[in-house]
């Protein structure tokens, strides 16, 4: 007799409830929430790269739709479009094919670029809005940041705290980057939300044995020519530019740095995995690449390297001999 968790639609309300939860709870406003929130397209991805499932997108749909009751029409369009349509996509590619004759799986670089589409996409939509309006998405970023950093100001100061030169200077740090490179931040919040779901979800079914796709791994990622290249070329014209230019080609870099990063993780993956500690060297090269900037930037340096260089294909071609 089969259990009743096998049983078709147990899985499929599992995952509906799941997601609705986790996706609403981010309107409590804690810490908590801000995690659920980290979680809430797990169980989609779940259902997208199971075996024999293709109930995904209609969980995510009716997800949405629920959501719109639950909450606010706002919140049910954000879901749709950040977490339900995107994980839907991203486990139809990771689960098909190529053409024949060769029948591989669909190739996961393809999807680490298509990743950075609908946050450039959605960027130079609202810069350009702001940009009719008279006034650019930088400056009011600006403002509003200048906004809540004046209420916490406020907030010090009500309780006895004293503001010093060095603190003043502190925030005056924090409100000029958060403003300049807001845009870029939020896209790789989103970014890495739908990559780290995916691997995620791909571990808890390979353990489970209910994995479609046999191979779901970062090391699998590499950067195609044309987008080294633009990555690059941004760099270069953003150094020598300034105002509104150089604040869109600015966070267009950051944006594009990060599938080239994925694919520097790759490689440490491979250089890892010669070890007997792979997975210690790991957990403390994400805990250092999620807290340190020049971390990151490095990994990206090495995404870089491997494209132009091949490192992979040497490290690989070592384990061959």
């Given at each position: ?9 147990i899985?499929?309300?599992?995952a509906?409830l799941?997601?609705i939860?986790?996706f ?13 929130l ?27 739709i ?23 996509y991203?486990?139809?590619?990771a ?21 950075v589409?609908p946050?450039?996409f959605v ?8 940009w ?6 930088g ?11 004046d ?16 603190m ?21 919040f989103?970014?890495?939300l739908i990559v ?9 079914l390979k353990?489970?044995?209910?994995n ?10 590499e ?17 020598f530019?300034a ?19 994925l694919?520097?993780?790759?490689v ?5 995995s010669k ?9 403390v ?10 971390a990151?930037i490095?990994?990206?340096?090495v995404?870089i ?17």
């Amino acid at each position: 007799m089969k259990s009743k968790i096998n049983k078709p639609g147990i899985l499929e309300v599992a995952a509906l409830l799941s997601t609705i939860f986790f996706f609403s709870a981010m309107n409590s406003g804690s810490f908590l929430a801000f995690l659920f929130l980290y979680l809430a397209p797990l169980p989609l991805f779940i259902l997208g790269l199971k075996k024999d499932s293709p109930w995904g997108g209609l969980v995510g749909a009716i997800g949405a739709i629920l959501i719109f009751f639950v909450t606010t029409p706002q919140m049910s369009l954000i879901y749709l479009l950040a977490v339900a349509a995107p994980a839907t996509y991203f486990c139809e590619k990771a689960t098909s094919r190529s053409d024949p004759p060769h029948q591989d799986w669909y190739s996961l670089s393809n999807l680490a670029i298509f990743l950075v589409v609908p946050p450039i996409f959605v960027f130079i939509l609202v810069s350009t809005y702001f940009w009719v309006h008279g006034q650019g998405l930088g400056a009011m970023l600006l403002e509003k940041t200048n906004a809540i950093v004046d209420l916490y100001i406020v907030a010090l100061k009500d309780r006895g705290h004293t503001i010093n030169p060095s603190m003043s200077l502190q925030l005056e740090a924090i409100k000029e980057t958060f403003s300049n490179t807001a845009p870029a931040l939020i896209a790789i919040f989103w970014m890495t939300l739908i990559v780290l779901n995916g691997l995620l979800a791909q571990s808890i079914l390979k353990k489970a044995k209910r994995n479609e796709r046999s191979v779901f791994a970062i090391r699998e990622i590499e950067v195609p020519r044309i987008l080294a290249i633009t990555f690059l070329l941004i760099i270069v014209v953003a150094s020598f530019s300034a105002g509104q230019l150089g604040y869109i080609l600015t966070n267009l870099a950051a944006i594009l740095a990060f599938p080239v990063m994925l694919a520097g993780l790759g490689v440490l993956h491979i250089l890892a995995s010669k070890t007997n500690y792979s997975g210690s060297i790991l957990f403390v090269l994400y805990l250092i690449v999620t807290f340190s900037r020049w971390a990151a930037i490095l990994v990206v340096m090495v995404g870089i390297i491997d494209h132009f260089l091949k490192l992979r294909g040497r490290f690989q071609a070592n384990d061959i001999q």
